[in-house]
């Protein structure tokens, strides 16, 4: 014969302690519910919730009372006895409209705070009161109550478990009462030694047909102040009818890694840091919505990861993305703003999203050489745009490339490369390139042949300082006449590997140097010298040979300073070296004079 399983009622409870929720205060809300419920169940005009804290109550119990629908007997044994049983399901297991309760164990999460729950229920349309009395061993009791209650509704008791009384008194309770049940369209009252208090009296503005326009606006600001403690920059109505989801993002002054978002469920709170409300690119929003009929995990602390919030989620992006547009077009001021707090989300954004790309493209400022200008003006004057993928390249080239009035962006910020790659693939006409900073050295002009043979001697010494090195040297004519070397490596060759000889070539002369530096590297960094530069004109005129290595040092020490390169132990040595070789030999020659 099939036999019942024995269900370990201390087991279950300890679970749900541990694993279910995350604290025991969740007994108030699962009391709150079910009374809240049972309102909904009965519906007539009478309609309250009392909570009693145990050190307002006389016997020293905290009680939730409600007018709602009730039990009968035959209800105390389906759904108050049966683990698991629940009256908010219909025949086929689905929620039934319009209830918070679904899985029939939120009862249980009074086991986290007491040993005994006493119910008193009257069935509305019953003349009987009846007690239930449910113990944490497992065991209960069905009998008529000693009591008779006036109305049809319910009341059920707690006595504190021994050093958990703070849980069920007044300060907490109240507490608790306005963070989970503020917004509920019920009547909610909190006992006080000589009051009753209201607390649920707040409407969503969205629900509040009696603001509108300016009105809803300042209320929905009131609220992101309230319960996000920020004061918005923007804010944009969401509305799912689908889900019955409705509320607002609200856009923060600040930016944030990453947005939690706070959620209602039939009016009662469920989480504060909901992750999967809006999609992962909408970090620079956080929400307010109350929901209708998204579902809720069996905590009831967040959503239900499902296929309904991933519909709902697409959706609620759809509207942020079109808000977004919106407004810039008929705000580019604001847009401007949002922009300047929030382009790192932004940015995330029109990695993934076309429309997000344009208006990113059209509105995002970007540091170039041509000047700081949105990618859509850039690339209207420039055909092709250029672009160095980490700031320490920029900076490499920006000064030569924008006096050649070559555009160069500097994409060195998260997502910048991204979305280069993304608009040249996403719009015909728009050609981007990396520009590695060797690659710079094709856009500055060969030297007139005159000026190849004036510099000859200064390329020859050059090629001679820098025979141990994979270092090559060239001679250019660019502007800035004023700039008289350039030295171009890519962020490849500059981290190539220093470390090994380092020690051993720290203090060394110039020949252990030069010697010890042997390096076969198929990309060179080059040494560019300018043709134009007016005292390397002068140099070069000059015969004395000694007297062009040593300018050469100091001005390769001088590439080396301005260009932030890594530095390998030759450089190192030059660097250390070079100036004070100068200075010594132009004293040396200031003495004979
Ligand atoms: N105050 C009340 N008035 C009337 N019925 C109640 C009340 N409290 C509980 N019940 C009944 O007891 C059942 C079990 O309640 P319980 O809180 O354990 O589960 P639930 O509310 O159905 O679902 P969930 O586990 O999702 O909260 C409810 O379905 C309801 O029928």
Redesign the pocket.
Known sequence: MAQNFHVDLGGIVDLLGRHLYSTPRVYLR??V???V??LT?RSTDEMAVTVTPCDVAADGRLQ?S?T????TRD?IDR??STIG?????DELGFSREG??????????SCFLVTDEVE?I?RADGSEQTLRWLGRADGTFDVTDADERREQP??D?RLAPRPGQAELLSADLVGHLLRHYAAHLPHRIRLRTADDLIDVADRRFCWDDPATTGADRRAAAIELCREELGFTPIDLIPLSDPGTGTRGYAFVPPTPSGRSTHRVYAHNMLVTENEPNLLPEWAFFVRAVVNTDHLKLT?S?ESLQDDDDLAEARDRLGDQLRSWLLRTAQTHPGRMQELLAVHHLGMRAMAVQDEAMLDLVARFLPFESTVGTASLDDLLADHPTLHYCDNDGDYRQVSQIAGAQRLAVINAGHAYDVEILQRLQSARAESRTARLDPQDLIGYLAEPAPADRELFGTVLDQAGAMLARTDVRTELRSFRPETVAVLLLASRKDAVRAVEDDLAEQADGAWAAVLSGLQRDLPNHPRFVINTDHPDLRRLAGSSDTELITLALRALYAHALASGRHRLTPFDATVLQQALPDLLRTTLDLQELR
């Open positions: 699962e009391l519910q079910n009374a419920d049972a169940a939730v409600d709602g629908i009730g039990l209800d759904v108050l049983g629940s009256s908010k399901r209830f918070l309760g679904r899985f029939g164990i939120g009862l249980l119910i229920t509704g319910t059920v069996a009831r």
